[in-house]
């Protein structure tokens, strides 16, 4: 019993993790029907934001918000360079995919030459080392932290989507971008702003792995963009709350086919599931919640 | 019957110009191939390129070769094992390079080796430990024991000390040289009469590992054995502790595992990590102190085992230059490297034996507040 609930909190703990970089995705996807490859490089961008912050001193909730705004930093740029570039010369939005995939590699050769190769890791702290147990089942400090964390990113990002005008207008543009120019929405920045908002959970998100795991590497990216491009499918192309629940699913997926099934088997499982999930629910797992689309 | 002469003639002129610049400074080229960049594999790679380039440096200062010198020329493979291909055929068919260090990776050293011993250049590895590696053919060498060379010594060590009862395996599915170690891992143990009780596996890449260590835990094994590189490794066995997997419990590591990377990564939970090497950073030796010193005067940090091999590689090379008077025959010159015996190198007196597989004596070594200390009965 205690082994079965241990795994449930490494589930969630990993699932957490998946769950904020999905939402970026997702968001992304649902406002401008493209996949943002370089989402991954936004990933590890912000976990070297985070630690080039944490390295300089800066308590962790202050290396979290350099981790924020670098990777949005990113996004933005991306946009602006990439995107809306060929949306203005009428590219095709494969053009978007495969010219984001040549940024994410970029982005990558860039960190090789300015931090090198080598795996680095967040300056150890006594706060980091403290966990619970409970009836043999083992809680770290860390992972309640990031698990608050990600929470707080999750609510933050419903409420600034369903609350806030900058939501509306996102949402309408999500709608349709020649509806939202009728009424009146500014169609560019608000696609500057989405691109902002996924970049940063992104960035967010890999300062947190990065933490939870000590691993900050160039490459921590592309195995993470595989799993985010999992988890919205997982969840529903462009579902933000689909993407929370596919998160921790996949999460959970991954950890059980490991206790029950065998490590061996743990990604065939994971990937395996989308091709399920493609021909028997194609709209994602969650799509009772389409009409809660970004 | 014109045109004959004169590339006679001019090859002739050719050959006395050689032979001009030869009397003051007979080049031996010296290919060097390791990873400098992708990810772990670039770990073992820098650090084996900056002990070869001491070496060759060394060598050259002391005058011991007389005219002959030493060139080394570095290529970088990026841990990618077609890259490693071309590399190999740029050194041999442009450079002509007298003899090839490394190449960084096993799976590497499977794809490029057969290149060299076709074209006759001898190869030898510092950092290929998996089984079969000098089988390639009679030009591979390597400096690096094999795991199984190295493990059963530090199992045996283990037993002796802890009297362990069951074991769990943790490896690498997706590497060549990860799975062969698991391999003689698992055959060490069986006939040490330890019993397995759990096996489980990851893949490059993942950084997540609570779910199989949480198994592990439930099995309570006396012993877990990693199957890991270095980073891998550290993060296992990080991971390993903070899920209550009790410190009776010893964690021992594959030799690809030794590297300076593993205390600063895996901080205070590598406590008692025990490993097998060839190499020691504090062997007593007059020729270990001229590498340390050496090395932290032209590096500014401390060299790892992968270091001290491929330094030693160098010392191999430059004694079988003097035995072979030279490398224009690489024939003669191979059969001079076979020939090694009792050099004096930075982890004793070193031979090949007649697989050329290094001839030492494995040393055990156990992590001590984030350093390798040699293990005391």
């Known amino acids: 019993m205690s082994t079965f609930l241990q795994q449930l909190v ?42 080039e912050a944490a390295q300089l001193g800066l308590p962790a909730p202050l290396a979290l918000v350099v981790a924020l705004l670098g990777g949005g930093l990113l996004g933005v740029l991306s946009e602006l360079v990439i995107f809306r570039t060929l949306r203005a010369r009428g590219g095709h939005r494969w053009m978007g995919l495969v010219a984001s995939l040549a940024l994410a590699r970029m982005l990558v050769g860039v960190a090789q030459e300015a931090f090198g190769t080598q795996v680095q890791r967040y300056p150890a702290s006594p706060l980091l080392q403290i966990s619970w147990e409970f009836g043999g089942v083992r809680v770290q400090f860390l992972q309640v932290v990031i698990l608050v964390v990600s929470l707080l990113l999750m609510a933050a990002l419903a409420f600034l989507l369903q609350r806030s005008s900058v939501g509306r207008a996102i949402r309408t543009v999500a709608f349709s971008e020649d509806v939202a120019r009728i009424v009146g929405v500014p169609v560019g920045r608000t696609i500057l702003i989405t ?11 890999g300062m947190l792995l990065g933490n939870l795991f000590n691993v900050v590497s160039p490459f921590m990216g592309e195995q993470m963009l595989v799993k985010g491009l999992t988890v919205i499918i997982l969840g529903g192309l462009g579902n933000v709350p689909g993407a929370v629940a596919g998160g921790f699913l996949l999460g ?7 206790a029950y099934v065998s490590s061996s088997f743990r990604d065939a499982i994971g990937f395996g599931l989308i091709f399920v999930i493609l021909l028997v629910k194609p709209n994602g797992l969650f799509s009772s919640f389409e009409e809660r689309r970004a | 019957m014109k045109r004959t002469t004169l590339a006679l003639l001019l090859s002739a002129a050719g050959a006395i110009g050689f032979a001009g610049l030869a009397k003051a400074e007979t080049p031996v080229k010296i290919g060097i191939v390791q990873a400098t960049s992708g990810g772990s ?25 007389g005219d002959y010198k030493l060139i080394g020329i570095h290529q970088d493979d990026g841990g990618d094992r077609g890259q490693t291909v071309n590399v190999f055929q740029r050194l041999i068919n442009q450079e002509k390079v007298a003899v090839i260090l490394g190449p960084t990776l096993t799976t590497s050293a499977f794809a490029a080796d057969p290149i060299a011993q076709k074209a006759g250049v001898p190869v030898i590895a510092s950092s290929n430990t998996a089984p079969g ?23 045996a060590y283990v037993k002796k000390k802890f009297a362990p009862k069951t074991a769990a395996q943790i490896y690498g599915i997706d590497d060549v040289l990860m799975k062969s170690a698991y391999a003689v891992h698992k055959k060490a143990l069986e006939s040490e009469g330890i019993k397995i009780v759990s096996t489980e596996t990851f893949q490059k890449g993942d950084v997540d590992y609570s779910a199989q260590l949480t198994k592990i835990k439930a099995a309570n094994p006396d012993i877990l054995v ?6 891998e490794t550290a993060n296992i066995v990080r991971q390993a502790r903070q899920l209550g997997i009790p410190p009776s419990t010893v964690i ?11 205390a600063e990564l895996a901080g205070a939970a590598a406590n008692g990590f025990v490993v097998g090497a060839g190499w020691f950073i504090n062997y007593d030796s007059p020729t270990n102190k001229a590498f340390l010193d050496g090395y932290r005067k032209k590096y500014n940090s401390d060299p790892d085992t992968f270091a001290a091999q491929a330094y030693t590689s160098v010392y191999v090379v430059a004694d079988a230059v003097k035995r072979a008077g030279g490398v224009s025959d690489l024939k003669k010159f191979r059969d001079a490297i076979a ?17 050329r597989e290094p001839v030492i004596q494995p040393k055990v070594l156990v992590m001590k507040d984030g350093k390798f200390t040699l293990a005391t009965d």
Do not use: W
């Open chain 1, 252 to 258: 959970l997926i991954e950890v059980f086919s490991v």
């Open chain 2, 339 to 355: 020939a090694t015996k009792d050099l004096e190198a930075n982890n004793g007196k070193f031979s090949f034996d007649e697989h």
């Open chain 2, 226 to 231: 990693i199957g890991g590189l270095a980073e």
């Open chain 1, 10 to 51: 490494n589930g969630i703990s990993l699932g957490s993790t998946y769950a904020v970089f999905a939402m970026g995705c997702t968001l992304i996807f649902g406002v401008l029907n493209i996949v943002n490859m370089a989402q991954g490089a936004f990933f590890m961008g912000g976990a070297y934001f985070g630690l």
């Open chain 2, 41 to 65: 594999a670039a770990l073992y790679g820098v650090m084996q390129k900056n002990g070869a380039e001491l070496a060759i440096d060394e060598i050259n200062a002391s005058g011991k070769l």
């Open chain 1, 195 to 205: 691109f902002f908002l996924a970049g940063a959970l992104a960035g967010a998100s």
């Open chain 2, 133 to 155: 590696v000098p089988e390639i053919g009679d030009y591979i060498f390597r400096t690096s024991p094999p795991e199984a060379m190295v493990f059963p010594g530090v199992l």
């Open chain 2, 252 to 262: 021992m590591g594959a030799n690809a595992a030794i590297s300076n990377k593993l």
